[in-house]
Protein backbone atom coordinates (compact mmCIF):
# COMPACT_ATOMS: atom_id res chain seq x y z
CA UNK A 1 0.00 0.00 0.00
CA UNK A 2 1.37 3.76 -0.89
CA UNK A 3 0.02 6.30 1.67
CA UNK A 4 0.48 9.76 -0.18
CA UNK A 5 -0.48 12.93 1.76
CA UNK A 6 0.57 16.41 -0.19
CA UNK A 7 -0.81 19.55 -0.39
CA UNK A 8 -2.44 19.88 -3.94
CA UNK A 9 -4.48 23.27 -5.72
CA UNK A 10 -8.18 23.25 -5.35
CA UNK A 11 -10.09 25.90 -6.64
CA UNK A 12 -7.05 27.75 -8.11
CA UNK A 13 -4.48 27.08 -11.61
CA UNK A 14 -1.21 26.91 -11.16
CA UNK A 15 -1.05 30.73 -12.52
CA UNK A 16 -2.94 32.08 -9.69
CA UNK A 17 -0.82 30.50 -6.93
CA UNK A 18 0.67 33.41 -4.65
CA UNK A 19 4.30 34.09 -5.99
CA UNK A 20 5.30 35.23 -2.82
CA UNK A 21 5.48 31.54 -1.80
CA UNK A 22 6.76 30.52 -4.79
CA UNK A 23 9.61 32.55 -4.54
CA UNK A 24 10.32 32.85 -0.91
CA UNK A 25 9.16 29.45 0.66
CA UNK A 26 8.85 26.34 -2.26
CA UNK A 27 11.53 28.01 -5.18
CA UNK A 28 11.22 25.51 -7.83
CA UNK A 29 8.43 23.76 -6.37
CA UNK A 30 4.77 22.94 -7.89
CA UNK A 31 2.18 21.54 -6.30
CA UNK A 32 -0.12 18.61 -7.79
CA UNK A 33 -4.04 18.38 -8.54
CA UNK A 34 -6.13 16.00 -7.23
CA UNK A 35 -6.89 15.04 -11.56
CA UNK A 36 -3.03 14.84 -11.91
CA UNK A 37 -2.71 12.46 -9.25
CA UNK A 38 -5.22 10.09 -10.03
CA UNK A 39 -4.21 10.05 -13.88
CA UNK A 40 -0.60 8.74 -12.46
CA UNK A 41 -2.01 6.47 -10.50
CA UNK A 42 -4.00 4.92 -13.37
CA UNK A 43 -3.38 1.40 -13.83
CA UNK A 44 -0.77 1.30 -11.33
CA UNK A 45 -3.33 1.52 -8.02
CA UNK A 46 -6.20 1.51 -7.14
CA UNK A 47 -7.59 4.49 -5.45
CA UNK A 48 -8.90 3.22 -1.95
CA UNK A 49 -9.43 6.04 -0.05
CA UNK A 50 -9.24 9.95 -0.25
CA UNK A 51 -9.71 12.88 2.27
CA UNK A 52 -9.21 16.49 2.31
CA UNK A 53 -7.78 17.67 5.60
CA UNK A 54 -7.64 21.20 4.38
CA UNK A 55 -9.80 22.51 7.65
CA UNK A 56 -7.35 20.12 9.53
CA UNK A 57 -4.15 22.28 7.97
CA UNK A 58 -5.27 25.30 8.01
CA UNK A 59 -5.92 25.04 12.05
CA UNK A 60 -1.98 24.06 12.04
CA UNK A 61 -1.19 26.81 9.95
CA UNK A 62 -2.87 28.85 12.56
CA UNK A 63 -1.31 27.00 15.81
CA UNK A 64 2.11 27.55 13.96
CA UNK A 65 1.95 31.11 13.75
CA UNK A 66 0.46 31.32 17.27
CA UNK A 67 3.16 29.24 18.60
CA UNK A 68 5.67 31.73 16.14
CA UNK A 69 4.13 34.50 17.51
CA UNK A 70 4.32 33.38 20.97
CA UNK A 71 8.37 33.12 20.65
CA UNK A 72 9.41 35.48 18.28
CA UNK A 73 11.64 37.07 20.24
CA UNK A 74 13.55 34.17 20.34
CA UNK A 75 13.46 33.39 16.62
CA UNK A 76 14.65 36.49 15.50
CA UNK A 77 17.35 36.06 17.40
CA UNK A 78 17.81 32.86 15.67
CA UNK A 79 17.20 33.72 12.12
CA UNK A 80 16.69 37.39 12.08
CA UNK A 81 13.34 39.91 11.95
CA UNK A 82 12.94 39.11 8.05
CA UNK A 83 12.86 34.93 8.16
CA UNK A 84 10.94 35.29 10.83
CA UNK A 85 8.52 38.24 8.97
CA UNK A 86 8.63 35.73 5.80
CA UNK A 87 7.33 32.54 7.72
CA UNK A 88 4.99 34.56 9.62
CA UNK A 89 3.17 36.05 5.81
CA UNK A 90 3.68 31.96 4.53
CA UNK A 91 1.97 30.59 7.41
CA UNK A 92 -1.10 33.30 7.49
CA UNK A 93 -1.40 33.18 3.63
CA UNK A 94 -1.57 29.57 3.56
CA UNK A 95 -4.02 29.10 6.41
CA UNK A 96 -6.13 31.76 4.32
CA UNK A 97 -5.73 29.50 1.02
CA UNK A 98 -6.88 26.58 2.77
CA UNK A 99 -9.75 27.97 4.71
CA UNK A 100 -10.91 29.51 1.33
CA UNK A 101 -10.32 26.03 -0.86
CA UNK A 102 -7.52 27.35 -2.80
CA UNK A 103 -5.24 24.65 -2.03
CA UNK A 104 -6.81 21.68 0.04
CA UNK A 105 -4.40 18.62 2.03
CA UNK A 106 -5.17 15.49 0.21
CA UNK A 107 -4.48 11.97 2.41
CA UNK A 108 -4.55 9.51 -0.20
CA UNK A 109 -4.65 5.43 0.48
CA UNK A 110 -3.48 3.45 -3.07
CA UNK A 111 -3.07 -0.50 -3.57
CA UNK A 112 -1.01 -1.44 -6.30
CA UNK A 113 -2.55 -3.77 -8.59
CA UNK A 114 -1.34 -7.19 -9.19
CA UNK A 115 -2.47 -8.01 -13.08
CA UNK A 116 -4.75 -5.96 -15.40
CA UNK A 117 -7.70 -4.95 -13.10
CA UNK A 118 -6.59 -7.01 -10.08
CA UNK A 119 -5.63 -4.71 -6.94
CA UNK A 120 -3.98 -6.38 -3.93
CA UNK A 121 -5.68 -6.90 -0.86
Known amino acids: MLSLQTIAYASMRREQANGFIQREIFPAADLPTLAEITAAAEGIFEVRALHNGRFDYARTCEEWAR ?12 VGPEVVARYERYLRLSAVGFRMRRICLLRLVLVPYR ?3 EPVG
Request: aromatic residues 0%.
Open 67 to 78: RLRARRDEAVAL
Open 115 to 117: GPG
